[in-house]
């Protein structure tokens, strides 16, 4: 998995969680930059993310191939 994808994943969650420093001035990507302490924390829920989200995305993808299946008669 690219680091690229995960570190944009943590930027998320890290904005949904409102921690963007209220300024207009301040970008996201700025906010995050001036918390690195927050980084490692990030990173781990956005893998947790990532694996939960993959593993949804198997099952309905075996529940449609079961289903494409069964219209076709196999």
């Known amino acids: ?3 690229g994808l995960i570190d944009q994943v943590a930027l998320a969650l890290f904005a949904s969680d409102g921690m963007k420093v ?7 990507a700025q906010s995050w930059e ?8 990030y990173r781990e829920r956005a893998l947790v993310f990532l694996k939960v989200m993959g593993e949804q995305m198997a099952e309905l993808a075996m529940a449609e191939m079961s289903k494409l299946d069964e219209s076709k008669g196999r």
């Open 1 to 3: 998995m690219n680091s």
């Open 22 to 28: 209220a300024s207009a001035d301040v970008s996201l």
């Open 34 to 41: 001036m918390s690195p302490e927050k980084h490692v924390a």
